[in-house]
């Protein structure tokens, strides 16, 4: 079992920064890859950013290429998303969720293990 907790979710003027965290305890951090993910009212859950167990490799969706990025710390079991330039359209709550490595990160279905989210607003 991997317990993951995200914070650093809030309200930010169109343009500005959030930098999220994801804090995870349980089983051995460095075994999992990590995603990102967003809900918007109304919405299916969706693709964000995911980086593999060493963080030497990472995805993002097409909508944040260039303004997100993904990282993790294995030291301190926490994975982070460093979101720039953002926009009203990534309004929503923001989980982070573990997979195990080798499987495919793009979709919410086969993760095994979920944050209770975060919520970010950006207003313009």
């Known amino acids: 079992q991997v317990q993951l907790v995200e914070s650093g979710g809030g309200l930010v003027q169109a343009g500005g920064s959030l930098r999220l965290s994801c804090a995870a305890s349980?089983?051995?951090?460095?075994?999992?890859?990590m995603g990102w993910f967003r809900q918007a009212p109304g919405k299916e859950r969706e693709f964000v950013a995911a980086i593999n167990w060493s963080g030497g490799n990472t995805y993002y969706a097409d909508s944040v290429k260039g303004r997100f990025t993904v990282s993790r710390e294995n030291a301190e079991n926490t994975v982070y998303l460093q979101m720039n330039s953002l926009k009203p359209e990534d309004t929503a709550v923001y989980f982070c969720?573990?997979?195990?490595?080798?499987?495919?990160?793009?979709?919410?279905?086969?993760?095994?293990?979920w944050g209770q989210g975060t919520q970010v607003t950006v207003f313009s």
């Open positions: 969720a573990a997979n195990l490595p080798g499987r495919e990160l793009v979709r919410a279905g086969m993760y095994l293990y």
């Open positions: 349980g089983r051995t951090f460095s075994n999992y890859a």
